[in-house]
Every structure is written in C-alpha cells, then in structure tokens.
C-alpha cells in the first residue's frame, strides 16, 4: 500500500507559478514512475507529466516548456514546477503511482493522492 499526499495547489493569476509536491509512504519510492493527472470540471482526468524512476521525464504537449517534473528520492517526493500558467490550467492536480502499461492514461496507474485545486485567474 502506498498513499500519496499532494500539496502546492492555490490560486494564481495567469503568468505566475505554483509549485505542487507529492510525499510518497513506503520505502521503494525510488524504483517506481510517477505521474500528474489533473481534472477540470466537466472534463475527464488527463495526462500531465510523468517521471520514471530513472528520472526520464515525458509531458503532454499543452504543458511542454512551461511544466517540469521532478523527483527527490530521499524525501519520497515528486514535484510539478508550474510556470506560466493559464486559465485552462485550472484544474484538481493528482499525483499518481505508475503501475504497468501506458503512462498517459488513468489504467497505468494504481495509487492516487485526493487531489490539490490550481485555480489560475485572467
């Protein structure tokens, strides 16, 4: 069992930046991928950027150049440094732990934090 707590979220005007953390339990948090989904309202949970536990990275393309994932494997932490944000960045942002199959959807993925709000305002 691996529980997964985010924090970082906020309110934020659009250009400024936030950045999220994930705090993993569990003491094989180094040899495993993760990644960062968000939900906006009325819409289905998507990919955001996920990082391997070699530290390769993949993004989709509407955060590509403005988001970066990242890993601390001595505090069982991944962070999501978000840059220029925009209003269609609002959303819930998890943090998830990769499991098997593909990385850019919700099925590769078996434990999930509750989810913290990015609200980006014009």
């Known amino acids: 069992q691996v529980q997964l707590v985010e924090s970082g979220g906020g309110l934020v005007q659009t250009g400024g930046s936030l950045r999220l953390s994930c705090a993993a339990s569990g003491r094989t948090f180094s040899s ?10 009325g819409k289905e949970r998507e990919f955001v950027a996920h990082i391997s536990g070699f530290g390769r990275t993949y993004y989709a393309d509407s955060v590509k150049g403005r988001f970066t994932i990242s890993r601390d494997n001595a505090k069982n932490t991944v ?4 840059n220029s944000l925009k209003v269609e960045d609002t959303a819930v942002y998890y943090c998830a732990k990769y499991f098997r199959g593909t990385i850019y959807d919700v099925s590769g993925y078996e434990y999930w934090g509750q989810g913290t709000q990015v609200t980006v305002s014009s």
């Open 79 to 82: 962070y999501l440094q978000m």
């Open 32 to 41: 495993y991928g993760m990644g960062w989904f968000r939900q906006a309202p």
